[in-house]
């Protein structure tokens, strides 16, 4: 059985370029996501700290 050519267009660290850009992107998100809460906080956090603020007992709340 004859070998396959090896592609000499194609470097050997495609994986590993494409790892590197797919963490890349990860880390992105991640800031964007975090840059979004700080600007916005979802509702659930904001009703909580209304809450809080007003005195009212938390503790029952359901926090999922």
Do not use: C, H
């Amino acid at each position: 059985m004859p070998e396959p050519e090896k592609d000499e267009e194609r470097p050997d660290n495609v994986v590993s370029l494409g790892t590197e850009s797919m963490v890349a992107i990860a880390e992105e998100l991640r800031r964007m996501y975090a840059a979004y809460l700080r600007e916005k906080p979802p509702e659930r956090i904001a009703r909580l700290m209304r809450q809080i603020e007003r005195g009212e007992d938390i503790s029952g709340d359901d926090v999922s």
